[in-house]
């Protein structure tokens, strides 16, 4: 199994930057490709971002061409970058390793909050 600790998340204000990591443990050679979703009060999950094992990466129209997800080569960490940071990305952000062999793993997430 894959564990995964996410660790950046802040009070910032509108505008601002942040940059999210995700500490892997366990299991490296199992991932597909890891993620991050957020969830906002009262709100259901949603996708932000992707990134394969080759490197492909996918973004939710919402934050395209403000934030960024990045990897170290062996996994051991997922990195996103967010920039122009609104109000409405306040959220509790979660990363995700999707495995080859069930279960999918989630870390416990981090609170973003962005002022106006």
């Known amino acids: 199994q894959v564990q995964l600790v996410e660790s950046g998340g802040d009070l910032v204000q509108a505008g601002g930057s942040l940059r999210l990591s995700c500490t892997v443990s366990?299991?490296?050679?199992?991932?597909?490709?890891m993620a991050w979703h957020r969830q906002a009060p009262g709100m259901q999950r949603e996708f932000v971002a992707r990134?394969?094992?080759?490197?492909?990466?996918e973004y939710a129209d919402s934050v395209k061409g403000r934030f960024t997800i990045s990897r170290e080569n062996t996994w051991k960490t997922v990195y996103l970058q967010m920039n122009n940071l609104k109000p409405d990305d306040t959220a509790v952000y979660y990363c995700?390793?999707?495995?080859?062999?069930?279960?999918?793993?989630w870390g416990q997430g981090t609170q973003v909050t962005v002022s106006s």
């Open positions: 995700y390793a999707s495995t080859k062999s069930p279960p999918d793993s």
């Open positions: 366990g299991f490296y050679y199992m991932i597909k490709s």
């Open positions: 990134i394969t094992t080759t490197g492909i990466t």
